[in-house]
């Protein structure tokens, strides 16, 4: 019945690899989840490359993968996910933000052709299972494993998963931009009373005017829905790649001294949901 969780790649935007990204990370969204038996996976951003070579190496065999949605930095990982070219493996994906008949299959299968990729998709030998949902939905994953999702104010839509299991709760927010002032009511509903909540935190609100429009949130946002909705802790995500180590750890201290449930992600950070 444990509930564990592990971030792959904590980045928005862009993959920001480097000596001044070092200590917080630049790989793009990925978070795993450990839910008894059975494994979650957020997104298929760049950090999803690390996370095969580790489920390979300890013969894990099938996962599914929620997808937020199919704008690069959270899919541009998967043609390099090892563990789907493995023929005996299991991957179920699932995207809840297409609309007009647009299929995930079709989408991460776009990717993976010329002139952008020179490997087809067809090449990956694990059995590849895709099913589309409408953001809104309950999903029942496994037994003892339920997903609530909502719609997410983002260009080309995104989809927030409430994932519970074992009593606890984490939820995955990203990628939305707030109206300053006006909580949004349907992400405090999908994260009322929650363990954990994993929030767009791409911008502090200084820089918040400015990107107006681009589809993002803040820290001190995030901070202020998680104390209304009585959420135990939420991890400060999806950084701007023009955010290095220097200002991570200045956001992180503002943050940790405006509220003590607040902390910034890293890349390779576990955590035990309890």
């Not at 996962?63 to 996910?81: E, K, Q, R, Y």
């Not at 990628?175 to 300053?180: F, V």
């Not at 954990?196 to 946002?221: M, N, R």
Request: aromatic share 10%; glycine share 10%; net charge negative.
């Amino acid at each position: 019945m444990s509930f564990k969780l592990k971030f792959w790649g904590v980045r928005g935007s862009i993959a920001c690899p480097g000596p001044r990204h070092m200590i917080y990370g630049g790989n793009t969204s990925c978070v795993e989840l450990a839910l008894g038996g059975r494994r979650v996976i957020l997104d298929a951003g760049t950090g999803i490359r690390n996370l095969g070579t580790w489920f390979t190496r300890k013969g894990f065999t099938e996962a599914t993968i929620l997808l937020s949605h199919t704008h690069w930095d959270h899919i541009n990982g998967f043609p390099f996910f090892g563990p789907a070219f493995e023929a005996g493996n299991h991957f179920h994906i699932m995207a809840g933000h297409l609309t007009h008949g647009m299929k995930i299959e079709t989408v991460l299968a776009g990717q993976m052709t010329h002139p952008f990729f020179p490997v087809p998709i067809e090449v990956m030998h694990a059995r590849l299972t895709f099913e589309d949902f409408s953001a809104g939905e309950t999903l029942d994953l496994h037994p003892g494993v339920r997903v609530r999702t909502a719609c997410l104010n983002h260009p080309d839509r995104a989809t927030a998963y409430r994932i519970e299991h074992a009593g606890k709760a984490v939820c995955y927010v990203t990628d939305t931009e707030h109206a300053p002032g006006k909580p949004d009511e349907t992400i405090l509903a999908l994260i009322e009373g929650a363990d954990l909540v994993i929030y767009d935190s791409t911008y502090c609100d200084a820089e918040f005017p400015e990107k107006a429009g681009w589809g993002h949130s803040t820290w001190q946002e995030g901070i202020r829905l998680a104390r209304a909705a009585g959420v135990r802790k939420l991890a400060i995500f999806h950084h701007d790649p023009d955010h290095d180590d220097e200002v991570m750890a200045r956001i992180e201290a503002q943050a940790r001294a405006s509220w003590a449930g607040a902390f910034v992600a890293r890349e390779d950070m576990r955590l035990v949901i309890g």
